[in-house]
């Protein structure tokens, strides 16, 4: 069957969907060659995602080939502010689309749907980061008219040294 004759659907997680969403992260983190950093849980994501003050929202991805609908990729996003746009951003801190489904316009399809929500939320921008390794995705962005930020640097500050900070 081609990928034509298959349908994506995107729905919003909820609560029930917090193993699927783990196992995502899960999936991503290998692909980036990172899964000894997850250290998210079903419990965690249930607080964090879905308890009384969501930080985040998850778009889950489905492809239905005719016979069966198979968990594709999802996006996980939050709000950040602009300053100088005066605005709300859309930050998208996840994209992954199994390897099985790619090349079949799911990623296309959450990236729009994510666009489309930043604009119905009136936000100034969508931002995200990508590996600098990560070729097939950074094409892929700038396909769709991403640009490049090469002159910001991301700092972080975690584990041992955000708690030494946090005592200052």
């Excluded at 502010?81 to 689309?97: H, I």
Aim: glycine share 8%.
């Amino acid at each position: 069957m081609s990928s034509s004759d298959q349908s994506v659907r995107l729905a919003p997680a909820t609560a029930d969907d917090v193993g699927l969403i783990l196992w995502f992260i899960k999936q991503l983190a290998a692909y980036e060659k990172a899964p000894e950093q997850v250290t998210a849980t079903e419990d965690l994501l249930r607080q964090t995602l879905f308890g009384p003050r969501p930080y985040a929202e998850v778009i889950l991805a489905y492809v239905n080939d005719g016979h069966t609908e198979k968990p594709a990729g999802f996006a996980l996003f939050f709000h950040n502010y602009s300053t100088w746009v005066g605005r709300p951003g859309l930050y998208l801190e996840d994209l992954f689309v199994c390897p099985e489904f790619r090349g079949r316009g799911v990623g296309k399809r959450l990236l729009v749907q994510l666009a489309q929500i930043a604009r119905e939320r009136e936000c100034g921008r969508m931002e995200w980061v990508v590996l600098d390794w990560n070729e097939p995705s950074i094409q892929f962005y700038l396909s769709l008219g991403a640009q490049q930020m090469k002159e910001w640097i991301i700092h972080r500050v975690s584990g041992r040294a955000l708690e030494t900070l946090s005592h200052l």
